[in-house]
């Protein structure tokens, strides 16, 4: 049986959160952040499957994580930033990994990446 669960949450300087760490923990790559100048990885067992969707317009670093997310703290400077907003979400174990990865990709394509945002999914 489905169970239904979303949640929203923002990663924001106010938080002293780390745009950089944040994408290190969830892809499972290793990153540097250039404003930190040290390096962020965090070691799993399973390594999560992941990507990055942009807009046509995105420049093509945009498609590298690490410059991605260094480039946004470097932007955005102020002591109340909201670097991004990540949600969470479980998909139905009914479906297999490709459906659920085609799921996420075309809700996250149509909702964000097609309204201007880029994705690190």
């Known amino acids: 049986m489905a169970i239904f669960h979303m949640s929203f949450q923002n990663i924001s300087a106010g938080k002293m959160r780390s745009a950089v760490a944040s994408a290190a923990y969830r892809s499972g790559d290793k990153l540097f952040d250039e404003k930190e100048n040290r390096s ?11 990507f990055i969707l942009t807009p046509r317009n995105a420049p093509e670093w945009a498609s590298d994580r690490e410059k991605l997310w260094n480039e946004v703290e470097r932007k ?3 002591a109340n ?7 969470n979400v479980a ?21 964000f990446v097609d309204e201007g945002m880029v994705a690190d999914v």
């Open 81 to 87: 930033s909201r670097y991004a907003k990540e949600f």
């Open 76 to 78: 955005d400077r102020r």
């Open 91 to 111: 998909l139905p174990v009914e479906l297999s990994e490709d459906e659920q990865k085609e799921l996420l990709t075309k809700y996250v394509q149509e909702n």
């Open 40 to 50: 962020y990885f965090y070691a799993r067992s399973v390594m999560p499957e992941s």
